[in-house]
C-alpha cells in the first residue's frame, strides 16, 4: 500500500513537473509570425516537451503503418510534379525539417501532414483543382501544421491533462510506447487523420497563405478554393471532402482569410498554371483508369462448374450453347 502510494505521488510530482516546465516555456514574440520577409528566419513553432527528434520518429512509424496498408500512385512523372510543387512551398515556409511527399490512389479531395514532415496527397485533390496554385495552397495549409508542431504540442497538452501518460516521458519512445499512447488518447495508429483544434487550423490558414505568397503564388488562389468547396456542397449536400469536415470553410473563416490577405505586401504578378499542370492532370486520368481497369481484372470472379461435377473451371469463353437455361417447374 505504502508502495502505491509513493508511486502515485511520484506521478503527481511528475505531472506538476511538466505542467510548471511547459508554463515556464518562453513564449514568442506576438507580432513575429506577420512578418513574411523573416519567414524561415522565424520562430512559429509551439513549444513542447516533446523533442523534435521524438516527434520525427513518431511520425516516421507513423508513415511506415500507412505505407503498408495504402495503394499509391507511382508513376514517376505525377510524383516528380507534385514532390516539386509541394519542395517549393516548404522551401519558401518555417519548416525546419525534410518534407517527404507521397500521393495516394484515392478520390478523396484531401491531404494531411503527420508529424516530423511526411505529407499525403490524394489523386483526388490534383484532380479538383483547377489551377496549381489551388493544389499549392492545401499543401502549404498541411504544411504549416508540421511547420507549427500542431501535433507536439497537442501531445503535450494531452499528456499533461492524462496524468497516466506522464512517466511515458522520460523513458524512451519506442514503438509499442507510441502504440500505448496513442490508444490512450484515442489516436490510433496510423493517425485518424490528425484533428486539430479551430486555433491550430485558423493558424494554419494563417501560415500557409503566407507559405503561398513567399512561393510566388496567388494566396487568392486558397480562398477560391474554399468557393469551390462550398459550391459543391449546396450543389450536392453531405459532398465536402474529408478535409473541411470537422474544419469547414464556413464564410467567417472565409472572410479572415481575405483579410488577412490584404495584409500581405503588394505583388504585382504570381506564379499561373502552365500547360504542365493540365499535362499532369490529363496523365493522372489515364493512369487512374488504367490502375481501375486493372482493379477490375484482378477482383475474383464465380465461374460455373462443369456439368460432370469436376472443379476444373470451364474455359472462359468456350462455347456453352448446348446448354440450356434451368427449368423452373411448379410442384403438385
Do not use: C
Not at 506538476?16 to 506577420?34: E, R
Not at 508513376?75 to 525534410?98: F, G, H, M, T, W
Not at 486555433?199 to 478554393?225: I, S, T
Amino acid at each position: 500500500m505504502a508502495s502505491l502510494l509513493g508511486r502515485q505521488n511520484v506521478i503527481k510530482g511528475l505531472a506538476v513537473l511538466a505542467t510548471v516546465a511547459f508554463v515556464g516555456l518562453p513564449l514568442q514574440a506576438a507580432d513575429s509570425k506577420s512578418d513574411v520577409s523573416e519567414i524561415g528566419n522565424r520562430k512559429v513553432a509551439h513549444k513542447s516537451i516533446i523533442s523534435q527528434e521524438r516527434e520525427i520518429a513518431a511520425g516516421r512509424q507513423y508513415a511506415a503503418e500507412i505505407d503498408r496498408s495504402t495503394k499509391f500512385i507511382t508513376d514517376p512523372v505525377i510524383n516528380e510534379y507534385v514532390n516539386r510543387v509541394a519542395q517549393n512551398v516548404a522551401r519558401n515556409s518555417d519548416l525546419k525539417v525534410p518534407l517527404t511527399v507521397k500521393v495516394i490512389d484515392g478520390p478523396e479531395i484531401n491531404a494531411f501532414a503527420l508529424p516530423g514532415g511526411f505529407l499525403y496527397v490524394y489523386s483526388g485533390l490534383l484532380k479538383a483543382a483547377s489551377e496549381e496554385d489551388q493544389f499549392a495552397g492545401v499543401m502549404a495549409h498541411e504544411i504549416a501544421h508540421v511547420a507549427a508542431r500542431h501535433w507536439a504540442s497537442q501531445m503535450t497538452k494531452a499528456r499533461i491533462l492524462d496524468i497516466a501518460t506522464i512517466p511515458l516521458i522520460f523513458v524512451p519512445m519506442t514503438y509499442p510506447v507510441y502504440i500505448g499512447v496513442s490508444q490512450a488518447l484515442n489516436i490510433g495508429v496510423p493517425v485518424a487523420f490528425l484533428k486539430f483544434s479551430r486555433d491550430d487550423e485558423a493558424e494554419a490558414d494563417y501560415l500557409g497563405l503566407q507559405y503561398m505568397y513567399k512561393a510566388g503564388y496567388d494566396p487568392n488562389a486558397y480562398v477560391a478554393f474554399f468557393g469551390k468547396v462550398l459550391e459543391e456542397e449546396r450543389r450536392q449536400p453531405g459532398s465536402v471532402p474529408k478535409i473541411f469536415q470537422d474544419h469547414p470553410p464556413t464564410p467567417d473563416r472565409i472572410l479572415k482569410a481575405e483579410e488577412e490577405i490584404k495584409q500581405l505586401p503588394k505583388r504585382d504578378e504570381y506564379l499561373v498554371s502552365t500547360s504542365e499542370f493540365d499535362d499532369v492532370k490529363g496523365r493522372l486520368n489515364t493512369v487512374v483508369a488504367a490502375l481501375r481497369k486493372k482493379d477490375r481484372e484482378g477482383a475474383p470472379t464465380l465461374e460455373k462448374r462443369p456439368p460432370d461435377g469436376s472443379t476444373q473451371p470451364t474455359t472462359k469463353g468456350q462455347d456453352q450453347g448446348d446448354e440450356k437455361p434451368p427449368v423452373l417447374k411448379r410442384r403438385d
